[in-house]
């Protein structure tokens, strides 16, 4: 089992601090190439089916690279295009599924344009307790009268659309459709129509990412996230918000319940099938962060050890010199040079889209502000960094880690951020309140981490619960055939 986890948690096995390495090459790589070989040295067993099928589905390949992983899930996609292209009673039966759900919920969340609320299934919205019309558990309910009550294909039926609230991917089959448009159904209800303000490009039979398709306790009243951690997301990220102004984002639950259902139908142990999701999770999360934190991580590494911002005058902080010496050199024209390109501080004032001449007080005004918005960033992406496991090692790129193996206690961060305590746990000649702004924003970043795996671990446990291991070789995808 240990070495089952270090093949999907592979980012988190190794130790090693952030420092000043360069921390995203390219993790999905990285990740892929290491579990392929060590998946295949695996001895044959049911274990090794779960990983195998696991990764067959996520084709970490698929990804041209890191900054994919935010945009959608392209291996499930393809996953998904294919089956629904070659497997009609699939398609026929996710067409009619779909078409049931658009008819029998709604498309959206906002009853009137005055209403205060995300559009969006939000954390203040769950099936069968603020929206009695739809009780707990109906969407998996709806899906099992259309795979013959086969809870392995029914989670397969909703992960269809469910794996993603955007990019779900493309599907057709044109022989499935003239069948059901001949037997009577309009084209409306095999396709969702484009809305004025839909970003979508081309129709599509799965739901908008307003629809209650994505509610909270669709899958079983258990398979959401706590109401604690809901009023911890609120309160660290959403200081005086409302839950229902935000984005429940309910498909991390619906996606990672039809991964764990592949796993578990190939195999693998339920219990393990929940570990392997749950570290996938945090694989993900880890990539996103390393996406936000980069630049201005590597940008706060740099001018540390810039010889302009580490003598520095008594009393005066580490970022407040860092826009006095990024000014200076915007005032005397310092950054137009070849040579400047490898300048911090003019890095600085390109990363920030400074005026690289502040000759006229307003572009002085500007350029300044834009330093300052950015310092809060910088200064916790760099504290991020130092603190916490990520970076790079014999070559392999890892992802950010919650991990936290440096820096100040956990319990004095919590100090800082939750009970306004003043007190500078950062050094690296921070300001207290810059300290104080960063470890907020950090502290933030790590309920990130507890809010996406919570509802992955949410999914994977209903799936564990109700879905069966089959034959080898075979696959709920065979069963939508079968009468």
């Known amino acids: 089992m240990n070495l089952v986890l270090f093949i999907c948690g592979i980012a988190f096995t190794f130790s090693v601090g952030a420092a000043e390495k360069n ?55 393809n996953f998904f295009q294919h089956h629904f292209k070659k497997n009609a009673c699939f398609s026929e039966a996710a067409y009619r599924f779909y ?35 739809l009780p707990a558990g109906w969407l998996y309910e709806k899906a099992l009268k259309y795979t013959n009550g086969n809870p392995n294909a029914a989670l397969s039926l909703i992960g269809l659309c469910g794996h993603d609230d955007v990019s779900q991917g493309e599907f057709t089959n044109q022989d499935v459709e003239t069948k059901l448009l001949g037997e009577g159904m309009l084209w409306s209800e095999l396709f969702e129509p484009r809305g004025e303000n ?27 996230i706590s109401d604690s951690l809901k009023r911890k997301i609120l309160r660290t990220q959403y200081p ?38 749950s570290m996938a999770a945090n694989m993900y999360r880890g990539i996103r962060l390393c996406q936000n934190i980069e630049i201005p991580a590597q940008l706060f590494f740099k001018l540390q050890r810039h010889r302009d911002v580490i003598f520095r005058p008594m009393g005066v902080s580490f970022e407040d010199r860092i826009v006095t010496k990024a ?25 920030v889209g400074a005026p690289m001449d502040v000759s006229l007080p307003r572009l002085e005004a500007r350029a300044k502000t834009q330093l300052e918005n950015y310092m809060a960033n910088m200064v916790a992406s760099g504290l991020y960094a130092s603190w916490h496991i990520s970076g790079e090692i014999a070559g392999i790129s890892l992802p950010c880690s919650r991990e936290q193996l440096f820096g100040p206690n956990p319990f004095m961060k919590w100090l800082v951020a939750n009970a306004n305590v003043s007190l500078n746990i950062c050094g690296k000649g921070l300001s207290t309140e810059s ?20 509802q992955h671990v949410a999914g994977a446990q209903f799936a564990a619960k109700v879905c069966k291991p089959l034959a080898k070789g075979t696959s709920s995808m065979d069963s939508f055939c079968s009468k």
């Open 23 to 77: 921390i995203t090459e390219n993790q999905i790589s990285s990740a892929d190439r290491i579990a392929s070989i060590l998946i295949n040295t695996l001895p044959e067993s049911s274990t090794k089916n779960g990983l195998k099928r696991y990764y067959e589905i996520l084709d970490p390949s698929s990804y041209a690279d890191d900054q994919e992983v935010a945009v959608s899930n392209s291996g499930v996609a």
């Open 99 to 133: 078409a049931d759900v658009r008819k029998n919920s709604r498309s959206q969340q906002k009853l009137s344009a005055e209403e205060v609320r995300n559009n969006r299934p939000s954390l203040g919205d769950k099936s069968g307790v603020t929206r009695t019309d």
């Open 198 to 224: 839909d970003d979508r490009e081309t129709e599509t039979l799965c739901p908008t990412k307003t629809a209650d398709f994505f509610l909270p306790g669709s899958l079983s009243a258990q398979a959401d």
């Open 240 to 277: 005086g918000k409302k839950p229902e102004q935000i984005a429940a984002k309910n498909y991390h639950v619906l996606g990672a319940a039809f991964m764990t259902c592949q796993m578990i139908e190939a195999g693998m142990n339920p219990v393990l099938a929940i570990k392997v999701e």
């Open 327 to 351: 000014l200076e050199r915007a005032k005397n024209n310092a950054c137009v040079s070849e040579a400047s390109k490898k300048d911090a501080l003019c890095e600085l004032l390109k990363t």
């Open 435 to 454: 300290c104080k702004r960063a470890v907020k924003t950090i502290t933030a970043w790590e309920v990130d981490f507890d809010w996406t795996v919570s």
